[in-house]
């Protein structure tokens, strides 16, 4: 089976659709489409590399959106029919809301799109599917209530990237979430993999909803249901 990937810059089920890509990659032909902003949390949560693994060959491709430009010809393939499945998963709140109001205008609202026009299966993991409060997982964090603010701070310097700003907070757009930070610091003050609850708008659910009226596309609830969906 050949399958089209996208990931959007959601951190709520992402490891768990990164281990569903690794599970389909073994047996399928895939080709994984990345968000700017699912690049850049696939970074900081420690998992860009992991996809990027999978990927490799025609047809095998990791799509960039900062490197598809403005009119995405990745996406071409799709209105060709040249897939048999399109997977969207983790699919924020953002790009629901633009597939749901017919707007294409980045790599991933585009894929959708022509995956319609090329009629393509197409299975949708959003992570707004019932309003009110959902625990999700933080990316690496500084936590100011135990940071001693040392005149060294360790934790900066064993982060590869530059990313600690001591005593403040970490710069996530150069985290590449490889966890060093967490074991140099003598005060635990950085956390990894935090769990917090936020509450989902009843906006985003509603939109959410509004899924299940486009001809062709399924809403799962989470990554591991797209195995019972080939
Ligand atoms: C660490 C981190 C985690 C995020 N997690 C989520 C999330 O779970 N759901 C969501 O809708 N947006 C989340 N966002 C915000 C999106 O990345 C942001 O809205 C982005 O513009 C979405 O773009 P895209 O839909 O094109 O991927 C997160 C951002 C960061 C920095």
Redo the contacts with the bound molecule.
Sequence with gaps: MRVGWA????????LESVEELEKLALNHEVTVLL????E??LK??GLYDRVKNVTGGYYRELAR?KDQEFSFPITGRLSMGRYDLFIVS??????IA?IVHGIAD?L??NAVAQAGKGKIKTLIVP??LEAGDVE?V??SKLERDKCEDCQTCKSAAACPKDAIIPGLEID?LKCSGCGACQIACPFGAVSGGKIIT?YMRQL?VENTHKLTHLEGVSILRYPSHIQDNL
């Design positions: 990931f959007t810059g959601a951190g709520h089920l992402l968000s700017k902003a699912g850049e949390v900081m949560y959106e983790p699919t924020t709140s953002n790009t633009k980045t991933v609202t992570v707004d999700t933080l990316p996530l936020i985003d």
